[in-house]
Nanobody, 117 residues
Framework: QVQLVESGGGLVQPGGSLRLSCAASTTMFRITAMGWYRQAPGKQREFVASITTGGSIRYADSVKGRLTISRDNAKSTLYLQMNSLKPEDTAVYYC???????????WGQGTQVTVSS
């Protein structure tokens, strides 16, 4: 079982920055890919970014050049640096991890990001 706890959300003005963190309850040895997803009110959850154990990174087109995903294996923590934020980035952001041995998807509880003036 893998537990994920997100933090770092909040209210920020357009053009501002936030850094989200996701702490995993297990060592990164037990996790393969990790990623961030988001869900805006009235919309389906969508992919934002992902990073594999080997360091391969993918981004949704809507966030390329503004959001940066990274992971610190020693701290079992995933990050999402968010710059040049736009109102359309407003959503609940969820951390995701895939178990290395069972292939299961694990989710955090989500953290709210609101971009508004």
């Amino acid at each position: 079982q893998v537990q994920l706890v997100e933090s770092g959300g909040g209210l920020v003005q357009p053009g501002g920055s936030l850094r989200l963190s996701c702490a995993a309850s297990t060592t990164m040895f037990r996790i393969t890919a990790m990623g961030w997803y988001r869900q805006a009110p009235g919309k389906q959850r969508e992919f934002v970014a992902s990073i594999t154990t080997g360091g391969s990174i993918r981004y949704a087109d809507s966030v390329k050049g503004r959001l940066t995903i990274s992971r610190d294996n020693a701290k079992s923590t995933l990050y999402l640096q968010m710059n040049s934020l736009k109102p359309e980035d407003t959503a609940v952001y969820y951390c995701n991890a895939v178990g290395a041995f069972n292939g299961r998807n694990y989710w955090g509880q989500g953290t709210q990001v609101t971009v508004s003036s």
